[in-house]
């Protein structure tokens, strides 16, 4: 049960500005903003299209097929390197196995360790009003600008279990909220390190060829912890579950009920029985941490025992906070939840009743079967984009598996684009005012020209320099240029600033520093002021 204790507030009469250490950290966390999606974009159109050129060498590729009958051991161990092999199994023999904790689950190819901790979390709520004042620039000239004043701050925390660690000493009380950051035994993936599969050759293929076969053989091989990297994909995780005899409780009210509408989740949990966790008071988790079973939905807990010197210190901060006898409601429901520094986890796993692999061959002797290993395409870029190791749950073809990669690596993409699409809405503010122009201040039509217009302009200049020159490329660059223009001149001019002091100006004001700290030049709209032209005249 989580526990909720009402933190102190604050209010502030007048302006809301940032000064000292929290506005030049707004300021670098604003321009961190501005700069990291450009770079994530590069990162992933690379990715694409060493990802598109791997798929599509590997289309192009021969298949030696490990489902038929004509493939027995002496051939599979004559494959030369290089050569792509794809077969479907039903036959999986593995275990994998968390030696920190001697669990070891039998059929597994991944194990995960998911480990959560009971965390003090600050939640800070902030009510202002709108104000209005006038700002000067350097030349004397003045604008309205509204501002947040007379704001009311209130901070609130509540203890519960989190998947990540808080850090608690930026806290407003971080005494009477602290949280222990010790992590002993951090959410890990395992991977089956000794995984042998069994092809049959009677296997009918997908594209309806029926290897059926009285005298069929069958093939065995060994797949590469490698080969499990990136998971198997369509296969969801598994939560297990450690009960009497393995087996499962009777269905509850609502089980029954949602099971009569086909909506059944009898395969989400795997349960398996208590005397496999028999090695578990000995394994280096329980030894070191006092991590013991605990059950309630598969968990394992380790409490947090704090010592003498760290309880004095956290006294000492509360008295300083003035939170030492500050006692709430939430502090008595609290006693019922967990200890701040508590940690618990429990395992899930992929554990398929049939699995697709393509990969590589590599011999390890005539005498072990061989193993399957991801095949890398040099010089195309990253070995994780450019390798051919893949895992599926299911019988699928070589060909749907090389497509179903693709359509995966397509929807990352897009999803990186869609990022720098809203990341463009900032940042063509920040080209307008470089160019004399205030986007922010014109009309919709003219934002939404701005921000398709950078956005269709950087990806077109990656796409020309990845791709090369091609008739979408052009036709993206081209439109992002035209969109700039008419963003240009349908939108509303700003005072004549020096490009780099209005950039300034413009972070600073979203991180909203006082307005002596983001001077302009001038708000007066036009190249030139009057009392210039008139010198230049004059001159």
């Known amino acids: 049960m989580p526990t909720v204790r009402r933190g102190r507030t604050y209010v502030q009469v007048g302006a809301n500005d940032k000064r000292g250490i929290n506005g030049i950290c707004s300021v670098i966390f604003i321009t961190l903003l501005l700069i990291v999606p450009p770079i994530i974009l590069l990162s992933s159109e690379r990715s694409r299209h060493t990802r598109y050129v791997t798929i599509s060498d590997a289309l192009n590729s021969d298949v030696i097929e490990l489902n038929q009958n004509s493939i027995d051991e002496k051939t599979l ?22 030696p920190d904790m001697n669990v070891a689950i039998p059929g597994a190819l991944t194990l995960q360790r998911n480990t959560e901790y009971c965390q003090w979390q600050e939640i800070q709520s902030q009510d202002c009003q709108t104000c209005e004042r006038t700002v000067k620039a350097k030349d004397g000239s003045t604008k309205q600008e509204s501002y947040q004043c007379n704001c009311v701050t209130k901070y609130s925390y509540i203890k519960a279990w989190r998947s990540f660690l808080i850090n608690s000493f930026l806290f407003d009380q971080p005494g009477a909220h602290h949280n222990p950051q010790r992590d002993p035994m951090p959410s890990t993936v395992f991977v089956g390190e000794d995984v042998t599969l069994e092809f049959d050759g009677d296997v009918t293929t997908d594209d309806g060829i029926d290897n059926s076969n009285p005298t069929s053989s069958s093939v065995s091989a060994k797949l590469d912890p490698t080969m499990l990297s990136n998971g198997v994909r369509n296969q969801s995780w598994r939560n297990v579950d450690f009960v009497p005899r393995g087996e499962a409780p009777p269905p509850s009210l609502f089980s029954r009920f949602f099971s009569f509408f086909g909506l059944s989740s009898s395969r989400k949990t795997r349960y398996e029985p208590l005397q496999m966790l028999k090695d578990t008071p000995y394994a280096p988790a329980a030894l070191e941490d006092n991590f013991v079973y605990v059950g309630q939905g598969g968990y394992f807990f380790s409490p947090y025992v704090s010592s003498t010197a760290s309880k004095l ?8 906070e003035g939170s030492l006898f500050d006692y709430q409601l939430g502090d008595l429901v609290g006693l019922a939840s967990c200890t701040a520094g508590d940690i618990r986890f429990y395992y899930s796993v992929k554990d398929p009743n049939e699995i697709s692999v393509l990969g590589q061959v590599r011999d390890l002797g005539s005498a072990v079967p061989v193993q399957i290993t991801p095949r890398v395409l040099q010089g195309v870029g990253k070995e994780k984009d450019s390798s051919i190791g893949l895992v599926h749950s299911g019988k699928h073809s070589a060909q749907e598996m090389l497509l179903a990669e693709d359509s995966d690596s397509r929807t990352q993409a897009m999803v990186i684009r ?8 900032a940042a063509s503010r920040l080209v307008g005012v470089a160019v004399g122009r205030e986007i922010g201040d014109s009309s919709l039509a003219v934002k939404i020209e701005a921000a398709v217009a950078l956005f269709a302009v950087l990806l077109g200049g990656l796409w020309l320099s990845l791709w090369g020159a091609s008739f979408h490329t052009f036709g993206l660059i081209v439109s992002g240029f035209y969109l700039a223009y008419l963003s240009y001149i349908s939108s509303v001019k700003k005072g004549s600033s020096r490009w780099y002091i209005a950039v300034w100006s413009k972070i600073a004001q979203w991180a909203n520093l006082s307005p002596e700290l983001r001077q302009e030049d001038s708000y007066v709209v036009g190249p030139k002021r009057s009392d210039e032209k008139t010198k230049l005249l004059v001159d």
Do not use: C, E, M, R
């Not at 210190?313 to 300083?320: D, G, K, M, R």
């Not at 869609?418 to 809405?425: F, G, P, T, Y």
């Open 418 to 425: 869609a990022i720098l699409l809203l990341w463009s809405i």
């Open 77 to 98: 161990h004559s494959v030369p390197p290089g050569k792509l092999v794809h077969g479907s199994s039903t036959h999986i023999d593995t275990i994998t196995s968390d």
């Open 313 to 320: 210190f956290n006294y000492f901060a509360q008295y300083l």
